[in-house]
């Protein structure tokens, strides 16, 4: 049964209360109001210290919280962060903190900022790191190291840390003199937008003291491009004489904040629109044009759609090999289509796929300049626009009817099955809800029910695929849109790996949501097993506490539910405590198919002693 809250009772003594966006939070620092928006040192070389030229170019690009550990080795700095109105959040792990820059980052669209001491602290970085570099988040990652005259001589926590992030960061700036502090700070916001994704900020510990003159401008912006105009002309010349096109929006199309283009681009050619793998959020889910998600377990009706292009027009996409595996048994990729693709990174350009055309351009531009031609000048797929959605439109609504009828539990069944608790979890969200996922088999489920009518609401682990990341990540999400709804969908399995941040969520009162599917298994390598393995279990069975009780001792809100009608309230009570909390939802050990079926084959054995198992 749902249990409900209790009045809470704090458990910690939290001296400072500050004021952020207009609502009261706690916190273990403190900021001040008012700041300079103009002082002299954007025109003019001023003196300053070290720690003031890190920490005003930190200001001068926009960065109000950082995420991270105290460490001695920042210390200098972290003491006059209250004074440049930047709020350090601190953490459980240096591996959420990236994830909370991550998701501050994704809903933000502005740099996410982390920091940890040298060494220890910086090592944990690395799974966090790599996360954002495949999910393109423009995250700067402040890697403090050992004093640059001990360098070499094994000293305390040193470590040669530039190696250790050189594939999974787009820039990496060393600061070799405090002189350059400024110079490489900047340097490091700038190409984190410009590139999309991570970079390293390396500086040698003994390199935050000492006096400097220096200049801080404020961020420059690079005008982007709707691409070169011959490769427009193509990409319009096949679309207008395609008979059957369709558009895939990608993770592209919501950094360039292009949502809206792609709309209006959609209604003059009048072509359904497919989302990518874990881009739900790319395209609204209420335009009738709208057909879902490709990838694990997406949307039917927009593979059905897909497998029947002639022409496809990949906007904002790098193309993933991953988002267009077969699923359900069926290999939907257009082998024969014409594709366009579309991407501010000419290296991704044809990487994964055969294309006739490439765009090197911003997605929301380029669907600007292509409407344009559209709307002057119809193309040839309008005239028939009737029968292709209304064909579309079946196939949507067989897909609904289907997914409606696998969302049960079975008629005296107990436990719930995870199908049933996802569609009750779609029916409670709220329109304005951002949501984050975790890997897993149950979470990687939610693909298909995850429906969003606005941007910048799905943040989801992405390519790097790896556990722990919904919970930090929602936590940075709620902090860059505290008027919204935060909520991360977690496995039984990956929880433990975050659960230690529902401790920040009270300190630095962050209400984040955690759903969590217990069903006492990881599930996503149990389905291998059962598979491959003959049901032989090493590893993947797991023995739970309550994870809603848990959260209560740590202070937080916590509800267990076992019933699919306590599913949409216990949400909706969450949400309207303002307080973070755990959702806990028992379900069945039910599994849904493997990521990728060519990932394995069936065992061999040689040895006599092994010979059983197979």
């Given at each position: 049964m749902a249990a409900g809250l209790k009045s809470f009772k704090p458990l910690f003594s939290l001296q400072n209360h500050i004021r952020l966006s207009n609502r009261v939070t706690f916190s273990t620092s403190q900021t001040l109001q008012n700041q300079d928006d103009n002082p002299e040192?954007?025109?003019?070389?001023?003196?300053?210290?070290s720690s003031e030229a890190f920490t005003e170019t930190l200001v001068a690009n926009g960065t109000k919280n950082i995420f991270g550990i105290v460490g001695s080795a920042f210390m200098d700095s972290l003491d006059i962060f209250p004074a440049a109105g930047i709020r350090f959040v601190s953490v459980q792990h240096e591996q959420n903190a990236v994830h909370m820059a991550d998701g501050y980052a994704r809903v933000t669209n502005k740099p996410g900022v982390c920091i940890a001491q040298n060494g220890p602290g910086i090592t944990n970085f690395v799974t966090g790191v790599a996360a954002a570099f495949w999910a393109h988040s423009p995250v700067v990652v402040i890697t403090p190291e050992?004093?640059?005259?001990?360098?070499?001589?094994?000293?305390?926590?040193?470590?040669n840390q530039l190696p250790t992030f050189s594939e999974i960061t787009k820039y990496q700036a060393h600061v070799c003199s405090p002189k350059r502090m400024a110079e490489f700070t900047n340097r490091c916001f700038h190409y984190a937008m410009m590139e999309r994704g991570p970079v390293q900020l390396n500086i040698p510990r003994d390199h935050f003291y000492g006096d400097v003159t220096a200049k801080i401008p404020a961020p420059m912006a690079i005008e982007r491009s709707a691409g070169g105009p011959e490769a427009i002309a193509q990409a319009a010349s096949?679309?207008?004489?395609?008979?059957?096109?369709?558009?895939?929006?990608?993770?592209?199309?919501?950094?360039?904040d292009g949502v809206d283009q792609v709309v209006k681009l959609a209604e003059s050619l009048q072509v359904p629109v497919c989302s990518t793998y874990l881009h739900n959020d790319s395209f609204p889910s209420d335009h009738p044009l709208w057909m879902g998600s490709l990838g694990y377990m997406g949307s039917k009706a927009a593979m059905n759609t897909i497998s029947k292009a002639d022409v496809v027009l990949a906007l904002g996409t790098r193309l993933g090999p991953f988002g267009a595996l077969p699923q359900y048994g069926f290999d939907y990729w257009p082998k024969n289509a014409k594709i366009i693709q579309v991407d501010i990174n000419g290296r991704k350009l044809g990487l994964t796929n055969d294309i006739n055309v490439g765009i090197l351009g911003d997605a929301k531009l380029t669907s600007e300049a292509l409407t344009s031609i559209f709307e002057a000048n119809a193309p040839a797929c309008v005239g028939t626009a009737g029968a292709r959605l209304a064909e579309a439109n079946q196939e949507k609504e067989a897909w609904e009817a289907e997914l409606t009828s696998l969302s049960v539990t079975p008629a005296g069944q107990d436990v719930m099955e995870p199908r049933e608790a996802l569609r009750e979890l779609e029916k409670a969200m709220p329109a304005d809800a951002m949501v984050s996922t975790d890997i897993g088999n149950i979470c990687s489920v939610s693909n298909s029910y995850l429906r969003f009518t606005k941007p910048g609401s799905f943040f989801a682990a992405m390519a790097f695929?790896?556990?722990?990341?919904?919970?930090?990540?929602?936590?940075?999400?709620?902090?860059?849109?505290?008027?919204?709804?935060?909520?991360?969908?977690?496995?039984?399995?990956?929880?433990?790996?975050?659960?230690?941040e529902v401790l920040t969520c009270v300190r630095e009162d962050i209400p984040a949501i955690a759903v969590v599917f217990?069903?006492?298994?990881?599930?996503?390598?149990?389905?291998?097993?059962?598979?491959?393995?003959?049901?032989?279990?090493?590893?993947?069975?797991?023995?739970n506490p309550s994870f809603a009780e848990l959260s209560k001792t740590m202070g937080a809100e916590g509800i267990k539910v076992t019933k699919p009608e306590e599913v949409g309230a216990a949400l909706k009570t969450l949400i309207a405590s303002g307080r973070p909390g755990v959702l806990e939802i028992m379900v069945s050990k039910t599994l849904a198919d493997p990521f990728r079926r060519d990932a394995l084959s069936k065992p061999v054995r040689h040895l006599e002693k092994y010979k059983s198992y197979v």
């Open positions: 040192w954007r025109t003019k070389p001023t003196l300053m210290t050992t004093g640059s005259l001990g360098q070499g001589l094994g000293g305390f926590q040193e470590m096949l679309l207008a004489s395609a008979k059957n096109p369709v558009i895939i929006s990608g993770g592209g199309v919501v950094m360039a695929g790896n556990c722990g990341y919904a919970f930090p990540a929602a936590m940075g999400a709620k902090m860059g849109a505290p008027e919204r709804p935060a909520i991360a969908y977690v496995g039984d399995g990956a929880w433990g790996m975050s659960l230690n217990n069903n006492g298994q990881w599930g996503a390598e149990k389905k291998n097993q059962v598979d491959f393995y003959n049901n032989r279990f090493q590893g993947t069975n797991l023995a």
